[in-house]
């Protein structure tokens, strides 16, 4: 006789807790799901160029005080680029720190002089005026400013906003403003930093003066541009093939052409008129370009690496390119004794 078991009653079945399962489901979603994205994003990267025939007009960035940090004459340099090199499109800039160096002591000599050579040969200037402008650090701030907060910072830079626009907004050299560079992306050092409200007064005070189209700049990468297009009459975008990063060295855009179209388009309803206002033509690396060995600055900036930058920006499509490095290009020519780069500026712009 068998004791203590039921006749007729099925042994209980134990199941198996299936979080192993569940949790292995997710994980395999993840997968996938980061898969999807990343396709996407590389796709929407490379998006398909379309074709492009219009004219590709092109002009040179050009800081007299970056030149002066390679140890050369800028007037000459400038006078250079515009006899020799034949640019006749520059973007040039006010620079708070050195028109108003001292608090309502104004010196334009140095943009007098730009301008007024600009003029003499016919050549046509979009004048970046404001805070933050193009080149290190950015916000080219007088030093009178530190200490001052935020909203004196304000009333200062509006005040001298309306003092440039006032003097220059019948030169014939100026054909376009340029209100801030990239106000809308975080590079730079800028101490108490100014935001979309103090934008818009500026480029109100460049409308108060002037007709002529004001450009609002942003990142080709890094932004979506509709801020900054929302902002202005032109957009103006930075367009850069590569980057630098300390650990791993340079790092290429893996960007398409159509990358930049495909953004276009999407803000197409808001902006149309697109010029690109920052090409890079020039070293980026883990030091000043003065400080590079010539091993490093071919390795950043080759005439390879030149040549393909302009061939991609003209199949871009954009109508307008600034070419960043022209500084570099006369140092190398006049104190390296290679004038390979300032070769192919001199094909570039005669053609």
């Known amino acids: 006789m068998v004791k203590n078991k039921e006749i007729g009653v099925a042994p209980k079945v134990v199941k198996k807790p299936a979080r192993s399962y569940s949790v292995r489901r997710v994980i395999v979603w993840c997968i996938v799901a980061l898969f999807g994205v990343g ?7 490379n998006y398909p160029a379309r074709p492009v025939n219009g004219p590709v007009t092109f ?3 050009f800081s007299p005080y970056y030149q002066e940090q390679f ?21 040039l800039s006010a620079y708070w720190n050195h028109t108003e160096s001292a608090d309502d002591v104004f010196d334009f000599s140095d943009i007098d002089f730009e301008l007024n050579e600009a003029a003499r040969r016919d050549a046509h200037v979009l004048l970046a005026v404001g805070r933050k402008l193009p080149r290190w650090p950015e916000c080219h701030d007088p030093l009178w400013l530190d200490g001052k907060s935020r909203d ?31 106000p809308f992306f975080p590079f730079g050092e800028c101490k108490n930093k100014l935001g979309l409200s103090t934008l818009k007064k500026e480029v109100a005070i460049v409308r108060k003066y002037s007709s002529k189209p004001i450009v609002v700049t942003d ?17 103006g975008i930075s367009m850069y093939r590569e980057s630098w990063n300390d650990i791993l060295g340079h790092i290429p855009f893996p960007i398409g052409p159509g990358f930049y179209q495909k953004k276009s388009d999407l803000i197409s309803p808001f902006q149309k008129d697109i010029i690109i206002t920052e090409l890079q033509t020039e070293p980026w690396g883990s030091r000043p370009i003065i400080e590079m060995t010539r091993q490093e600055m071919e390795d950043s900036m080759s005439i390879a690496k030149l040549n393909d930058n302009i061939v991609f920006a003209k199949k871009v499509g954009f109508p307008e390119v600034y070419l960043w490095g022209v500084e570099w290009w006369y140092w190398l020519k006049e104190s390296q004794d290679d004038s390979s780069f300032w070769d192919a500026g001199k094909e570039l712009f005669r053609e």
């Open 39 to 45: 396709a996407a994003v590389f796709l929407f990267l």
């Open 59 to 61: 002009g040179v960035t």
């Open 71 to 91: 140890g050369v004459d800028w007037r000459e340099a400038y006078t250079s680029i515009l006899d020799d090199l034949k640019v006749r499109n520059f973007r």
């Open 152 to 182: 004196e910072i304000e009333k200062q830079l509006l005040v001298y906003v309306d003092t440039v626009v006032q003097r220059y907004k019948d030169h014939p050299a100026i054909t376009r403003w340029q209100v801030e560079n990239e």
């Open 219 to 235: 990142s080709g990468e890094w932004s979506a541009w509709l801020p900054a297009a929302e902002q202005g009459d032109i957009l």
